[in-house]
């Protein structure tokens, strides 16, 4: 029987773009709360899209090196979220920051031939307390960059869940959960810049979505269960 690939669309700045995640069945929400993002959204804000969520779809807040009181200051306005560290956050300061809250831990993958060297069992055992390792380029700056590593040069076993992130889009997502299902426990997709709406020209437009290609990107993950 073929696993059911979870989907995670990230990013999201206003009410039509939640509700088009909503009609799409992704099963979560990402909201950006690191404010040197171009997606970023106050703690209020994000409280204001998530109470849009109808049950079973789990809003997830992007945290990068914030503090206890900055945590528990969102968490508090969004009780049912879950967390997602984006930082230098080490394994004790996840748990501790984290509490009771499930949590995703991202792994910043160099681009490239140097990604052979990132030690991605070993980074899942020192964060073994994590819902998922989710998988992202490593780009300057924090919070996800758009960037697509070589997903080939992942291990070929790893004990976790993962999220793959960075540079989905619906064209290249199967491809995707074809090499990296096989590779884990279980694997979910995260995607923000690839269903963005685009400016002339063709450049994304940062926080704002495009509702046909978050079906778009829904529709090519679940074609890809389905083979």
Known sequence: MNARTRIKICGLTREVDVDAVIA???DAVGFVLYDK???HVTPQRAAE????????????????NASAEQIQAACALIPNATLQFHGDETPAQCQTLAGARPYLRAARIPL????RGFDLVKYAQHYSAALAILLDAHVEGFGGGGKSFEWSHLPPSVDAHLVLSGGLTPANVAD????LRPRC?????DVSSGVEASATGGASLKGIKDASKIHQFVAAVRAADAN
Do not use: C, D, N, Y
């Open 24 to 26: 799409a069945g992704a």
């Open 49 to 64: 899209l998530a109470r849009r969520l109808p049950a079973f779809i789990t809003p997830v807040l992007l945290v990068v």
């Open 37 to 39: 993002s171009p997606r």
């Open 185 to 189: 426990k279980s694997l979910a997709v």
């Open 112 to 115: 490239g031939e140097a990604g």
């Open 176 to 179: 995707g959960i074809r090499q």
